[in-house]
């Protein structure tokens, strides 16, 4: 049988640019290099008070590749990376790849257990690390691992400004067991000359726990990277050399694809902040005035609420993208109504190494006009999305199914986990554990993750749906929602709930307002308001604490 989205109807969708064929470079150290050689006085990196140049930057991760070498990391070795968005990241990640090593990024955030089962895992021969993180508990984690080369950094470092907002804390000894990133940085060395990598090459050693519980390591590879990053620089009209905010944080797979290897692809400067605060983001969009930056809704609902937030502070954006957590189209339409520029809505994994679908910049995402779900956007060119049923059989537009998902930047498989790869990727197709839809244009829905698929009384409701609706309601500024037991209908509806500064609505108004919406067996029996909802460092907020709370 033909497949029905073998015709690719999203092209129609794409400009002519969009649509030709791009010829990305071997790895990011190519991209990287060409950057050099054409602006090697451009600012590359952008921290408070901090630059460094491309040059500076090059020089800099040459030495740190040069001192793995010499400690004996060869080519194909695991290098654990964990640290925050600063300059310190991308010097440590440069110079992992320059030794030929493979990079695996961890969530700053992880506690001991977490960081103990990657690194015996991947089998990571060098850990960098914030020094704090080391004196912490990383020390005696690292002991009892494979790795055997350890680079501590103190993150006060390259800036003077120690803005006490994310930067408040004190300066530690540096640590006798370990070598200092920066000291390194600074030696001199040069990078070993034999360790080339090519496209197909891992890059990156991703773990997520994806639909299952044990974290995987997604096997990200140069050429998925550099596939993706050469998609966002010519599908988006933003001036070479232009100013990218890491918002996202550079260890998730969009930060690393669609702010760092995006901006060095675009010979660009990054702009770090150490972690998400809404007034140091907002002081650094005054200070740096970017053109692109990509983040979770929950960071834009947060930007929205800050005092003193004005329109000026966004004035200089020409792309702003969201991924990694449900866009409301409330939040859209607030937010462009408050402050001028449109969120464009994407999707991806960190098994298909970032977005495999996304708003054009000259379009505008449409409305499903029955579910009120904002679409995500459009595949590109190489990509193909389908949508199948659970015997992965192909649906008919419009109708919800699995999204699935082939195209170049689909990871190969997971890091020695045969079974895990032949069940997630049959034919090298990725099955997203994601339902959605796609309608006759090509414009692609997602509607939730089937696990999290709620059975009230026999009926499917799909948590999104009853947020959409949470969203629009002026008091609202974040939801989520589950199921939780009901001796009577099995499952029922329950929605957490944070109010917007100064806003004030009870869990029996907010229940009204969703009975009034939506179908009675969707509208949450339960409302609970919370000052913050629990989220990830990435921004999404954690439904399984939610569920366990309730």
């Not at 797979?253 to 669609?258: F, H, R, S």
């Not at 959409?468 to 002026?474: A, F």
Request: include cysteine; charged fraction near 20%; proline fraction near 7%.
């Amino acid at each position: 049988m033909t497949s029905i989205y073998a015709a690719r109807p999203w092209l129609s969708q794409l400009s002519e640019a969009q649509r030709a064929a791009v010829d990305p470079p071997e790895t990011v150290l190519h991209s990287f290099r060409a950057a050099v050689a054409r602006a090697p006085g451009r600012t590359a990196l952008a921290y408070f008070d901090g630059r460094l140049s491309y040059a500076e930057t090059n020089a800099l991760s040459d030495s740190v590749a040069g001192h793995l070498a010499a400690r004996g990391v060869v080519r194909g070795d695991r290098v654990a990376l964990m640290l925050q968005n600063t300059p310190h990241f991308v010097i440590a990640l440069l110079g992992a790849w320059k030794a030929g090593a493979t990079v695996v990024p961890l969530n700053p955030m992880y506690k001991s257990g977490e960081v103990a089962h990657v690194l015996k895992d991947s089998e990571a021969a060098a850990l960098i690390c914030s020094d704090r993180a080391w004196e912490g508990y990383l020390r005696d984690t690292a002991a009892d691992s494979p790795v055997r080369v350890a680079l501590t950094a103190c993150e006060l470092d390259l800036q003077t400004r120690n803005d006490d907002r994310v930067l408040g804390f004190e300066r530690l000894p540096r640590p006798a067991d370990t070598d200092d990133l920066i000291a390194v940085a600074r030696q001199g060395l040069s990078a070993p000359a034999d360790r080339e990598l090519s496209a197909q090459d891992t890059a990156l050693i991703s773990f997520t726990s994806g639909t299952s519980g044990t974290p995987k390591g997604a096997m990200n590879t140069h050429r998925g990277i550099t596939y993706n990053a050469e998609r966002q620089r010519t599908g988006h009209p933003i001036a070479e050399g232009s100013g990218y905010f890491a918002l996202a944080p550079l260890f998730h797979i969009t930060g690393m694809v669609c702010e760092l290897a995006a901006c060095v692809a675009n010979a660009g400067t990054l702009v770090l902040a150490y972690r998400f605060h809404p007034g140091v983001v907002l002081d650094a969009f005054a200070e740096y005035r970017p053109a692109y930056t990509v983040g979770p809704s929950t960071a834009f609902m947060a930007l929205a609420a800050t005092p003193g937030v004005t329109r000026e502070h966004f004035a200089s954006f020409q792309v702003i993208s969201s991924g990694g957590a449900p866009l409301p189209p409330a939040l859209v339409e607030k937010f462009r109504e408050g402050f001028g520029p449109y969120i464009r809505n994407g999707y991806g994994l960190t098994e298909c190494t970032a977005p495999c679908a996304s708003v054009p910049p000259e379009k505008e995402a449409p409305v499903d006009p029955v579910s009120g779900t904002l679409s995500v956007g459009v595949p590109g060119p190489e990509t193909v999305v389908r949508i199948v049923d659970l015997e992965g059989n192909e649906v008919p537009f419009g109708e919800q199914g699995e999204i699935v998902v082939s195209g170049p930047q689909v990871v190969p498989g997971y890091w020695r986990r045969p079974e895990a790869t032949a069940e997630t990727f049959p034919g090298g197709e990725l099955r997203t554990g994601d339902i959605g839809f796609m309608d006759r244009d090509g414009w692609l829905y997602v509607v939730d993750r089937m696990k999290d698929m709620i059975n009230a009384s026999g009926f499917k409701v799909w948590p999104r749906e009853v947020e959409d609706v949470l969203y629009t309601h002026p008091a609202v500024r974040e939801a989520a929602v589950v199921g939780i037991p009901d001796a009577y209908r099995g499952e029922s509806v329950k929605a957490y709930v944070s109010l917007r500064p100064g806003a004030e609505a009870g869990p029996a108004e907010l229940a009204a307002y969703c009975e009034e919406r939506l179908a009675a067996y969707k509208y949450p029996r339960e409302v609970e308001i919370l000052a913050e909802l629990p989220k990830t460092t990435s921004g999404k907020i954690l439904r399984r604490e939610l569920r366990t709370r309730a």
